[in-house]
């Protein structure tokens, strides 16, 4: 695509309800980040996957939180058991290891309103 | 991965040129210094990145000294739009986990 495509770009859920969050890649990028923003603050890092290894989920704050990435395209950022403290926008960046910058591009994020 | 240290916010005025100092003072031979903006309500875009010297574009200018232990970005002329979130990070074009900082949070007033 022409872009990093997230989904959805709101979601307010209920304390305790289980939410997907998907991200897709440019075309071609190999690598995928997760980063959740609080309001106001920096990026926090979540996970990366790169190609057909393992995936570092060394962000993840707690093990509700889960992530895959289906052949190598499409990713799923999976949160159980949503706490307001979940409450964030969480933002998927590719890029293609192969370019010159490494540049990240970025989608315009998921918006998570835990109530 | 380098660790970088910027100011947390800077105000400024249109017009005025604004330049904004990142330090990494563990950078490795390796690693490239590249300068992220974010917009309220979007994900951060590439502005500019550079290895040593001087890097230009139409956006900005990239100045790194010869020890590379840090460097600035320079807006020109700066202009209501250009306030945001700016993010500096060091690393090998390569890496894997990408940190980001605080970022420095410019503020540009009438």
């Known amino acids: 695509g022409a872009g990093v495509s997230q989904s959805p770009s709101n979601k307010v859920t209920e304390k305790g309800k289980d939410v997907e969050l998907r991200c897709d890649p440019i075309s071609g990028h190999t690598a995928l980040y997760w980063y959740r923003q609080s309001l106001g603050q920096g990026l926090e890092f979540l996970i990366y996957?790169?190609?057909?290894?393992?995936?570092?989920k060394s962000g993840l704050p707690s093990d509700r939180f889960s992530a895959e990435r289906t052949g190598g395209s499409v990713s799923t950022l999976t949160i159980q058991r949503t706490q307001q403290e979940d409450s964030a926008v969480y933002l998927c960046?590719?890029?293609?290891?192969?370019?010159?910058?490494?540049?990240?591009?970025f989608g315009e994020g998921s918006r998570l309103t835990v109530l | 991965l380098a660790k970088t240290t910027q100011p947390i916010s800077m105000d400024s005025y249109e017009g005025q040129e604004v330049n904004i100092t990142c330090s990494h003072n563990?950078?490795?031979?390796?690693?490239?210094i590249t300068w992220y903006q974010q917009f309220p309500s979007q994900g951060p875009r590439f502005i500019i990145q550079?290895?040593?010297t001087k890097v230009t574009n139409e956006v900005a200018s990239l100045f790194i000294p010869a020890d590379r232990k840090s460097s600035t970005l320079s807006l020109p002329r700066v202009s209501l739009s250009d306030t945001a979130v700016y993010y500096c990070l060091v690393g090998d074009s390569s890496a894997s986990k990408i940190i980001f900082g605080s970022g420095t949070r410019l503020s540009i007033r009438p």
């Open positions: 996957f790169q190609g057909n290894s393992a995936p570092d």
């Open positions: 550079g290895y040593k």
């Open positions: 563990n950078i490795a031979t390796n690693d490239y």
């Open positions: 960046a590719s890029r293609q290891l192969a370019g010159r910058t490494g540049e990240l591009f």
